[in-house]
């Protein structure tokens, strides 16, 4: 075997503690996300609300801690005022962004007392496109406000006595882009949200706020959107969001399995971007990122074709990307890329968690079922507890297209007292042989979960994903070459990722 990697793992060397939301999802009224995703009154499964008990379990599986809600570009033109009170005097509007009739009988309080119930976090997100600093400010009232105030009595007047207790408040969504409702510039929109997040927080001085970053790190205004918008809301926001969306283009198959590597830069420069502002400002705060839409999407080779949406009713099919086991390698090493940045990206989201770009997929009357993406979500929520260590990885390169020079190997580690994790990905075509370097320490490796790449398209349904993964997702015993003191040698197959429990001790 040729190829060769060296990880240096030390319990010592730590990037920092693994903030739960980072496992976080996203719910948006846009196609079937909401409406036959995981809302479906009179489905077989469906519960005393009308939510699918079979979508809410295979959600617990996935192990998502937090749901984003209500948008996305949906958020930019709602009036949440629509979606809250009787049910039947509750009126239809038409949503601009995705260009669908919203029936508004899924709003603020159904969602949020859906997540109650499944022990999800919410996070919602304020309008900040056609909206601003009241219908910002009265809806972290409704939401959390104690009884004797008008929103809050509202709420109350509704049914819900106690407040929600919202943590976590996007300002906006994706105000840079020109498909926004609502699109500003980095002046016009730093200003409005440091009014609407001051206001926020006089409402509520213990939520956390997210100003929105770029909508990519393509956009000609990256870099400079962030530090205009971290200027005007320095004092009031506690994050600033990333969104970055990746695909295979043009059978480019090594610079889609660099993605990661993508990621990672685009990671770097917005930290990089955030402390100049606060070194300007000769200021101690830290803003960290909530990176708060990740996934594989096949945007540009599929989903921009489709943009002139037709006005749509009854929760159309729109953007339900169908995933391969290609994809799930890819998505398994964005989370390695986010485990490695624990230290400044405390919340993610995958988009989505139904239907749309999303793990878990349904049929109206029909069953719910894992794309192949699911497993590798599953695997680190569940696996990465504790610590995430600072890895010191020696690996061949590979040149690619889109990326230039990109490791081949790439790994993330955790750490919970003496218990942990190891993801490893392989992305060249050839099996590696990887190192892992303990010195000083015992490291003993269990069972795990492997992922490996597919050359096929991905075909639509429930029986197609189900094969896709019996063929390339398995439980897997670690792939020991051979063990000594302080060194481990494993193979990592071609075009693979790999999730092992860990136990360490010191010698
Ligand atoms: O690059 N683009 O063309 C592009 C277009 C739309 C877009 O929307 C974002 O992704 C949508 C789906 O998650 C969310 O509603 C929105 O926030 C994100 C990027």
Known sequence: MSQRATVLLHPDFRVGPIDRRVFGSFVEHLGRAVYTGIYEPGHATADEHGFRRDVADLTRELGVTMARYPGGNFVSNYDWEDGVGPVEERKPFIDLAWRTIEPNTIGTDEFLQWAEREGIEPMMAVNLGTRGVAAAAALVEYCNGEAGSRWADLRIAN?????????????????????????KTADEYGKLAAEAGKAMKLVDPTIELVACGSSSMQMDTFGEWERTVLEHTWDVVDHISMHAYYEELDGDRASF??????????????????????????????ITISFDEWNVWYLQSRFVGE???????????????????????????????????????PVACLAQLVNVIAPIMTEPDGPAWRQPTFAPFATTARLARGTALDLRVTTPTVTTAQHGDVPVVTAAATLDGTEGAVFLVNRSAE?????????????????????????????????????V???????????????????????????????????????
């Open 159 to 183: 049914g819900r006595e106690k407040p929600y207790g919202v943590r976590l408040w996007c300002l906006g969504n994706e105000m840079d882009g020109p498909w926004q409702i609502g699109h």
């Open 257 to 286: 399995l660099g993605s990661g590597t993508a990621m990672d830069r685009f990671i770097r420069r917005v930290v990089a971007s955030a402390d100049a502002v606060g070194a300007r400002r000769r200021s101690d705060k830290q």
């Open 307 to 345: 943009k002139n949406l037709p006005l749509q009713r009854d929760a159309p099919r729109i953007i339900e990307d169908v995933y391969s086991a290609l994809d799930a390698v890819v998505v398994g090493d964005l989370l390695v890329t986010l485990l490695n940045h624990a230290d400044r990206v």
């Open 431 to 467: 099996p590696v042989e990887v190192e892992l370097a303990h010195p000083g320490v015992t490291l003993t490796l269990d069972r795990g979960v492997q992922v490996t790449a597919d050359h096929e398209a991905a075909v639509e349904g429930p029986d197609h994903a189900a094969r």
């Open 469 to 507: 993964i019996a063929e390339h997702v398995s439980e897997v015993d670690a792939p020991v070459t051979s063990a000594e003191s302080g060194r481990t040698v494993l193979t990592l197959a071609p075009e693979s990722w790999l999730a092992l429990p860990v136990t360490l001790t010191r010698l």
